[in-house]
């Protein structure tokens, strides 16, 4: 049986102005993905391919090891989902959308339903027309998180809640894969909440893969060299991802700080953030 709990290989989805162009990663098992880019790099429209929410052009996408299309009910029976805006009907109270609930998932449970509309203080008896937009998100991770999901899908969800629940969340996320048959999938530009809880980061531009690393292999290799002019035309371009220029000296991404930091000792080497890392590659130039 695979480790991937999720396998996405040349994904293509083309619009016509916009190409999310043969896209490959996976997801394991027991792990936390952070998905990111820029606005319009492809994030939603890569969720949205794989929950089947939109066809793809190309390319072969399987969860649980099998094949999202064929086996479908099946799949979306053991996965959460939460975006940022509501898909529940406004007339529905938190109640009914749980009596709705438990004929759709197989292993609803609506004890933990409960639990989870009293830790987020949701009113079970209010319509949701009447709630706030943050209180929309905590409702869909309740639901989400009633029926013995195994993958969590969850696209800018975190964006409209208050720093205190969006800590509360993170926990839960972290909790949810200590079980090591479990695993989420999270895009959000909210890189620092990707930094506390990712195992993993996959980065998207434009459409294309930049990359999928683990998190602790950008935190202990990438770096940020400043260097003055002269340093800085010496660089060997392999290990230069890119650079910015600023008032009096260079702002340089490198891929190994530590050797940075021996061969250039002139230069002042720091980690790099994700966001960071993320700026260089959108905003950057190549040397």
């Not at 083309?14 to 999310?20: E, I, K, R, S």
């Not at 529940?88 to 292993?107: A, L």
């Not at 996959?202 to 683990?214: D, Q, R």
Request: glycine share 6%; hydrophobic share 40%.
């Amino acid at each position: 049986m695979s480790e991937n709990i999720l396998e996405v290989k040349g994904l293509t989805k083309d619009y016509g102005d916009f190409v999310l162009d043969k896209l490959t990663f996976t997801v394991p098992k027991g792990v936390i993905m952070g998905l990111i880019g820029e606005n319009g790099a492809g994030k939603s429209t890569t969720i949205n391919c794989i929950l089947n929410e939109i066809s793809k052009t190309d390319g072969n996408i399987e969860i649980f090891g099998k094949d999202y299309l064929s086996e479908e009910i099946e799949i979306k029976d053991k996965i959460g989902v939460v975006f940022d805006e509501n898909h529940f009907p406004d007339i529905f109270t938190p109640n009914e959308i749980g009596t709705y609930m438990s004929g759709i998932y197989s292993k609803w449970e609506r004890n933990t339903y409960v639990n989870y509309l009293s830790k987020f203080e949701l009113p079970a008896d209010k319509r949701v027309k009447d709630f706030s937009k943050g209180m929309k998100v905590k409702l869909a991770f309740a639901v989400a998180l009633s029926h013995k999901a195994e993958l969590l899908i969850l696209d800018e969800a975190t964006s409209v809640l208050d720093p205190i629940i969006r800590d509360d969340i993170l926990d839960i996320l972290i909790d949810f894969v200590q079980d090591e048959n479990h695993s989420v999938l999270v895009s959000s530009h909210i890189i620092s909440d990707l930094e506390k809880v990712a195992d993993y980061i996959t980065f998207i531009h434009k459409g294309k893969l930049v990359f999928t690393h683990s998190k602790d292999e950008l935190v202990d290799n990438y770096g940020v060299m400043s260097c003055g002019a002269m340093v800085f035309d010496n660089l060997d371009k392999s290990e230069i991802i890119a650079y910015r220029k600023e008032d009096y000296q260079y702002k340089v991404l490198v891929k190994d700080r530590h050797i940075a930091e021996k061969k250039y000792p002139k230069a002042i080497v720091v980690p790099a953030a994700i966001e960071e890392i993320m700026l260089f590659y959108v905003k950057g130039e190549m040397k």
